[in-house]
């Protein structure tokens, strides 16, 4: 009984956290086709970011431990003692979703 809370945990907490993820990569995204397209107007720089943001991200490289104690540590700070010991072991043992 205890393993199936555990994964159910698990899940729950990646379903939590990829949002998280997808915004940051989105702002990211458009930060960068911005710069990009600095020196173009109009219908071509129009045209790039159409491009530029439909484009799919290239693979990203998996977070190291210490990014996602970082991220756990940020979402887990309204949260104390064993709510937060839960939330933690929960945030570090999920793979976040690409």
Do not use: E, W
Not at 30 to 44: F, L, P, S, Y
Request: net charge positive.
């Amino acid at each position: 009984m205890k393993i199936q809370s555990t994964i159910a945990t698990l899940l729950l907490g990646a379903v939590l956290v990829s949002p998280v993820f997808a915004q940051n990569s989105q702002q990211t995204k458009m930060t960068d086709c911005n710069k990009q397209a600095a020196d173009k107007k109009g219908a071509d720089r129009q045209a790039f970011m159409k491009t530029c943001l439909s484009a799919k991200p290239a693979a990203a490289a998996p977070m190291s431990q210490q990014d996602k104690m970082k991220a756990c540590n940020t979402q887990a700070a309204d949260k104390k003692g064993a709510d937060r010991q839960a939330f933690m072991k929960t945030c570090l043992s999920s793979k976040p979703a690409n």
